[in-house]
């Protein structure tokens, strides 16, 4: 049995960050590119797990709880906007609004 | 005191009254604003109600302007300043300083008869300083006019005149115009009026006699639009002033017509110059039409003819200034002119007789005019027309002399009539036509007396003042070389029917039956003493004045009796008198000729007499016989027509019409050329902004928007392809990173 190391972490990381990317950028629903970016935020919370607990020491732990609460903000934010422009556009596809174009 | 150096001062004392009246008489005058001068015959409003109110001790309502001088008392109320003080004192500033002039002149006369060359010059100050021009032979010469003046016999005879007749006229004025508005306007213009013709006989050069002229003018035009609330008087001043100033473009033509071939405006300087031209006897020269240019200027002041029409009209002034204006001076001023050219006249034997004709011709015309006319202040204009006719005709003959003999008498007998007049007129309340006289002899006495004396003058009886020039006249124009016997039976003609038109004015006026209206009647009273004084004194005038020139074959008193012709002598003398010498006549055709004008005067009196005292009814019976002519007579010979027709109305619509084109054409052509230029330059204003200043703002625009589009493209509104980008741009940062 292999002990989990840093480098594990690290791995599921990047695959998360990898699959959040590709969710953001691909996606046309916009749930679930906020659901996508919450998976970009979570590996960057393993990222800072991973390595606090190698240095052994508690700072990246706290600043990863630092971007949950950042995380619950955006979606709620993100969340509010969403329900409003379905409100006036009757559509949740990111690519059917582009407003703001030249 | 030398009278001679202080001769500046005769004309200034004039000027010095007119500016007091001019400039500061309005503000004195305690008239209110509202009232404006009232004319003879005009029945001011207001004096209706106050005539209520003094019945009992006033008996005269009907007069107009306030002319029952003697009746005051009842006026105090109507005209608070009737005796006001400063009335008072315009009496006496106004005539006084025209009789100071009068003692200064007389004194400078006097003192000039004992010089042994009786000629006085002085120049006070230089006006026109030198302007060098080339004269008409190619030598440079200077313009120079001074304020000079010159004094010689002939121009002591004019200021003798001038302030010796003025002065009487003044007091004359002082009880005619008493109740008259705009009291101190009237002596103002007067005593300037006095100014500019004493200017215009002491000048020493034409330049300055020329503003003198001018000045005449002016205040001819504005004493005959004295009643300037009376249209026709408005007309008349105007008709004046404008024919006046035809007669000015002559003389002004003249004078630079003589400033470029003498190359001198100065009368001593042209008399030298004029030395070296020879007699132009045939035909005309450039002297001849110069000295035509002059008499041209001449007969407008003087009213001859073409430019006599004037003088008639001008009878709309107040009476003292037609005497004085239009008789006895300012009128005489172009005999005045022409008898001091007589250097340049004497060399001009053509021009000489142009003179002469028209002369006699505006003497003969003026004449037969006034044997029809009704109103007395007309037929004596005429009659003055007529008289300066005949001082024409002794200029034209060569008899300067005689023309200013005949000046000097005429203007004694002339302003007596004229001021004689004016006591009738005043006695009728503004009366002029004089079928409504008739029977006024016992009346009033004075002015009949007067005036009969006046009118024996003028028509030549001998032994008054007439007599002894008009038969100078009609002596030399049969005997003077230049003279013919066509001229002198005109004179003839002329002096019978002066005799008979003022036969025809006495009876009509002051004999016979009484024709006056009856309300007019009731107040009919001898003028008051400063009109009636004067009227004594220019009588007297009128009966002695001309004894100063007997005819040379009165052997009887001498030759002392001949002391005009002596007096004036110099100032004519010059080598082209001297070389045409009177031509031989003798004795007995010079009595035959007298008695021949003495016999003529007096069958025109008695022919007036008879027609106009015994058979009323004869002068009607022409009149019907021989309708046309007396139509023509009456009407002035339809020469105010014909020039309305050529002149006013030929001048005023063929101008009209040429205004008219101009106006389309070089006006409004102007206008709307300048229109079709703003619109033109505006059009291309208007493409350089569109194209080229709005071109380049707009291609600027336009560039950077081509500029831009590429990066347009990018902007397409989607976020996940700005987040593609951002990826994709840190793939790239990190691949960089890798690949390095």
């Keep these: 049995m292999h002990p989990i190391t840093t480098v594990h972490y690290l791995a599921l990381s990047a695959a998360l960050l990898l699959i959040g990317t590709i969710g953001v950028l691909t996606r046309r629903n916009i749930v679930i590119i906020l659901m996508s970016i919450e998976l970009i935020l979570n590996a960057v919370n393993i990222n800072l797990v991973a390595f606090s607990h190698a240095a052994g020491q508690v700072y990246g732990q706290i600043f990863a709880i630092f971007v949950i609460v950042d995380a619950v903000a955006e979606a709620a934010v993100g969340l509010g906007i969403l329900i409003a422009l379905f409100r006036n556009k009757e559509t949740v596809l990111a690519d059917e609004i582009d407003l703001l174009k030249w | ?740």
């Design chain 2, 1 to 740: 005191m030398n009278f001679l150096d202080l001769i500046w001062l005769i004309p200034l004392f004039p000027l010095f009254g007119a500016a007091l009246m001019l400039v500061l008489g309005k503000r004195l005058d305690p008239q209110p604003a509202s009232e404006v001068a009232i004319a003879p015959g005009v029945e001011p409003i207001y004096d209706e109600h106050h005539h209520e109110h003094h019945h009992d001790h006033s008996h005269s309502h009907g007069h107009a302007h306030g002319n029952d001088h003697d009746h005051g008392h009842d006026h105090d109320h109507d005209h608070g300043h009737a005796h006001s003080p400063l009335k008072t004192l315009i009496n006496f500033i106004c005539p006084g300083m025209v009789l100071l002039s009068f003692i200064f002149s007389a004194g400078a006369v006097w003192q000039l008869a004992q010089r042994a060359e009786r000629v006085y010059q002085v120049v006070q100050f230089t006006w026109i300083a030198g302007l060098p021009f080339h004269m008409a032979n190619g030598h440079l010469a200077t313009f120079q006019a001074d304020w000079g003046f010159l004094l010689d016999p002939l121009s002591s005879v004019m200021i003798l005149v001038v302030t010796g007749i003025g002065f009487l006229i003044h007091v004359y004025s002082v009880g005619y115009m008493a109740h008259d508005n705009g009291y101190y306007r009237f002596f103002g213009y007067l005593n300037l009026f006095v100014f500019f013709m004493l200017m215009l006989v002491l000048a020493n050069n034409y330049a300055l006699l020329f503003v003198g002229w001018e000045g005449v003018g002016l205040c001819s035009y504005l004493l005959i639009g004295f009643y300037f609330h009376k249209k026709s008087a408005g007309d008349a001043g105007k008709k004046a002033f404008v024919v006046n100033r035809v007669g000015d473009a002559g003389f002004v033509l003249g004078m630079l017509l003589m400033l470029s071939v003498l190359g001198t405006v100065k009368f001593t300087e042209v008399r030298s110059a004029l030395l070296h031209f020879k007699p132009e006897t045939a035909g005309f020269g450039v002297l001849s039409i110069m000295a035509v240019l002059l008499f041209f200027g001449a007969t407008g002041k003087s009213a001859q003819f073409p430019l006599y029409v004037w003088l008639p009209d001008a009878m709309e002034g107040p009476t003292p200034v037609s005497a004085l204006i239009h008789a006895a001076t300012m009128v005489t001023a172009g005999v005045y002119m022409v008898a001091r050219s007589a250097a340049l006249f004497q060399l001009t034997p053509s021009a000489s007789t142009v003179v002469a004709v028209v002369g006699a011709f505006t003497a003969i015309l003026a004449a037969s005019i006034a044997l029809v006319q009704n109103d007395i202040k007309r037929v004596l204009a005429y009659s003055t027309v007529s008289q300066l006719g005949y001082m024409f005709l002794a200029l034209g003959v060569g008899a300067y002399w005689v023309a200013i003999f005949h000046l000097f008498t005429h203007a004694f007998f002339k302003a007596l009539l004229f001021l004689d007049s004016g006591s009738v007129i005043h006695a009728m309340s503004g009366e002029q036509d004089m079928r409504r006289m008739g029977g006024l002899k016992d009346k009033i006495p004075i002015t009949h007396w007067t005036m009969f004396i006046g009118s024996v003058a003028i028509a030549g009886i001998p032994g008054l003042a007439g007599f002894f020039s008009k038969d100078e006249i009609l002596w030399q124009a049969y005997s003077s070389p230049q003279g013919s016997q066509i001229l002198w039976f005109v004179g003839l003609a002329t002096a019978g029917l002066t005799a008979f038109y003022m036969w025809r004015l006495m009876n009509l006026t002051f004999y016979g039956k009484s024709r006056v209206a009856p309300e007019v009647a009731a107040h009919i009273h001898e003028s008051p003493a400063p009109m009636t004084i004067p009227l004594i004194l220019l009588a007297v005038g009128s009966v002695f004045g001309g004894w100063l020139g007997t005819p040379k074959v009165w052997t009887l008193f001498g030759d002392s009796f001949r002391g005009f012709e002596r007096w004036l002598a110099p100032a004519f003398a010059s080598a082209a008198a001297e070389a045409v010498k009177e031509g031989e006549h003798s004795a007995s055709t010079e009595w035959i000729l007298m008695g021949l004008s003495v016999a003529v005067a007096i069958i025109g009196i008695v022919i007036a007499r008879y027609f106009y005292h015994h058979k009323p009814e004869i002068p009607d019976s022409i009149e019907k016989a021989v309708k046309p002519l007396h139509a023509l007579l009456y009407n002035k010979w339809y020469v105010d027509e014909i020039y309305d027709f050529l002149f006013v109305n030929g001048l005023c619509k063929g101008g009209g019409l040429l205004l008219g084109a101009f106006d389309r054409n070089v006006v409004d052509g102007g206008v709307n050329g300048a229109g079709w230029l703003t619109r033109f330059s505006a059009s291309f204003s208007m493409w350089w902004d569109t194209w080229i200043v709005d071109g380049t703002v707009r291609f600027t625009a336009f560039f950077v928007k081509m500029l831009s589009y590429p990066a347009c493209i990018l902007q397409s509104g989607r976020v996940q392809t700005y987040a593609f980008f951002v990826v994709a741009g840190v793939l790239v940062m990190f691949g960089y990173y890798v690949v390095r």
